[in-house]
Structure formats: structure tokens, C-alpha cells
T-cell receptor, first 113, second 111 residues
Framework: EADIYQTPRYLVIGTGKKITLECSQT?????MYWYQQDPGMELHLIHY???????EKGDLSSESTVSRIRTEHFPLTLESARPSHTSQYLC????????????FGPGTRLTVT | DQQVKQNSPSLSVQEGRISILNCDYT??????FLWYKKYPAEGPTFLIS?????DKNEDGRFTVFLNKSAKHLSLHIVPSQPGDSAVYFC??????????FGTGTRLQVFP
């Protein structure tokens, strides 16, 4: 059973606000990921990390930033939210080694008004 | 350019019958393929996978078939159950941890 958590589950916020989406996992996984998904569309990788102090940008350009200070925690921050940031944000993790199956959190549905 | 394509946005199947979900890919270098299932308001959950060195992998009611020459894979669910109603995503990778996802197919299983 995968244990990966995201908070908040839903967030409605005004334009210009700074927000942080939280993601935590208790499996000790070194590798963590952030995806963005719009309805009816594919999941797009926006950030990933292979361990503490390691972060990389994904295939989809994003104005968000991430940090990885602890193995279990991988928060995503938007300094100034805009309506174009409205989307679902999904966090995932997996083990080291040749393991491609990623475990996903429940997601955060963000709406910027 | 979309490398993983799920051309059917939706599929409706009667309970007890077979559900066949299709996925096409363009990158011949992909070497591992996965299927995920997603319920509303939840994250995707891993369902089944297949390596490019195989052409079939089975797990209970779920079977994935891979046709490398056609760059096509399919997920068969037999028998289909109402609890299988969800969005199914196909994903592929090229020996890395970066998964490339399709747009998903919404499966509805009706009584």
C-alpha cells in the first residue's frame, strides 16, 4: 500500500497570491515527481527529484518551483498565482533502481480566480 | 507532438463482457509500458505493466498485449465489473523514470 499524501485537496485562491502545495510520502522513496493535469488531457511532468537537494524541471514548462530538503517532503510553490495555473497537481514517488511504477497521491485541485 | 495516444476518449461496456482499451505510441525506443486507473478526485493507481521484450502480461482479470511492430498496446479486462468504471491512462518510458502519458480513456461499465 502506497502512502503518499497531498494537501490541500482543493484550493480556490485569488490572483497574485503565493501558494504552496504539500506532498509527503512515508515509503522512504528517493525519487519524487510533480505532474500537472487538465481535464481530458495527459499528465505532464513539471518537476522531479532524485533525492535530497536534487530538483529538475520536467518536460512541461512551469512557473512553479520545488524544493527537496527532506526525503519525505516535496512541496511545490507558486509565487504569484494566475488563472492559467488552474489545474490538478499530482505528486508521485517511486523506488530507486529499475522500478518504473510510480505511486501517486490524491492530487490537489487548484482554482485561481 | 504526442508520443502516446489514446484515440478513444470513452468506452461503454456491459457488465460481464470484455473491455478493450487501446493505446498507440510513436517512439520505437520506448521499452516499458504501464496502465494506470484513475477514479474522480483521486490520483492514478498502477494497474499493470509490460516490458518491450514481452508481448503479453496477465494479472487476474487484466491482460496487457504489446504489438511492437504496430507500436500498439491494449488492455483487456475480462469480465468487466461496475467497479472498473474509471479513466485509464496508458504510459510509456524509455529506460528512465520519466513516464509519458496518454490522454486517457473513460470506461463505463453498466449493468
Amino acid at each position: 500500500e502506497a502512502d503518499i499524501y497531498q494537501t490541500p485537496r482543493y484550493l480556490v485562491i485569488g490572483t497574485g497570491k503565493k501558494i504552496t502545495l504539500e506532498c509527503s510520502q512515508t515509503m522512504g522513496h528517493d525519487k519524487m515527481y510533480w505532474y500537472q493535469q487538465d481535464p481530458g488531457m495527459e499528465l505532464h511532468l513539471i518537476h522531479y527529484s532524485y533525492g535530497v537537494n536534487s530538483t529538475e524541471k520536467g518536460d512541461l514548462s512551469s512557473e512553479s518551483t520545488v524544493s527537496r530538503i527532506r526525503t519525505e517532503h516535496f512541496p511545490l510553490t507558486l509565487e504569484s498565482a494566475r488563472p492559467s495555473h488552474t489545474s490538478q497537481y499530482l505528486c508521485a514517488s517511486n523506488e530507486q533502481g529499475p522500478a518504473y511504477e510510480q505511486y501517486f497521491g490524491p492530487g490537489t485541485r487548484l482554482t485561481v480566480t | 507532438d504526442q508520443q502516446v495516444k489514446q484515440n478513444s476518449p470513452s468506452l461503454s461496456v456491459q457488465e460481464g463482457r470484455i473491455s478493450i482499451l487501446n493505446c498507440d505510441y510513436t517512439n520505437s525506443m520506448f521499452d516499458y509500458f504501464l496502465w494506470y486507473k484513475k477514479y474522480p478526485a483521486e490520483g492514478p493507481t498502477f494497474l499493470i505493466s509490460i516490458s518491450s521484450i514481452k508481448d503479453k502480461n496477465e494479472d487476474g482479470r487484466f491482460t496487457v498485449f504489446l504489438n511492437k511492430s504496430a507500436k500498439h498496446l491494449s488492455l483487456h479486462i475480462v469480465p468487466s465489473q461496475p467497479g472498473d468504471s474509471a479513466v485509464y491512462f496508458c504510459a510509456a518510458t524509455r529506460n528512465t523514470d520519466k513516464l509519458i502519458f496518454g490522454t486517457g480513456t473513460r470506461l463505463q461499465v453498466f449493468p
